[in-house]
């Protein structure tokens, strides 16, 4: 067992979660499962922590691997990275704006 009570592998899980803004819940009153969205294919997946601490099961409604949506929420979400290139085309395109603008005011 892990001394730290708030180290555990489903605290770890949840964020990364968060990172790839996928929701997740609470299925009725039951406190050692989760219910979210599969990380690869976007079907519901269920969480669940055996006991307090304890390695996460991953289990997809559509049956993707575990190995693969856990390398899927470790990887760093794919929107992010477009954001930055849509932000930095935007910039760039505004740079050249101002280039013709000086250009034409000559
Ligand atoms: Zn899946």
């Known amino acids: ?3 730290d009570p708030f180290d555990r592998p489903l605290d770890a899980m949840l964020e990364r979660l968060r990172v790839h ?3 997740y819940g609470r299925p009725g009153t ?3 499962r989760w219910v979210t969205s599969c990380a690869v294919c976007g079907q519901p997946m269920m969480l669940h922590e055996p006991y307090l601490g304890s390695p996460v099961t991953v289990r997809c409604s559509a049956g993707c ?3 693969r949506v856990v390398r899927a929420l470790a990887a760093e979400p794919h929107r ?3 954001g ?8 760039a395109a505004a740079w050249r704006a101002l280039d013709l603008l000086e250009q034409a005011c000559r």
């Open 84 to 91: 930055l290139d849509l932000a930095e085309d935007a910039s």
């Open 65 to 67: 691997h575990e190995s």
């Open 1 to 3: 067992m892990r001394s």
């Open 21 to 23: 803004g996928i929701t």
């Open 30 to 32: 039951e406190i050692d």
């Open 80 to 82: 992010y990275d477009e």
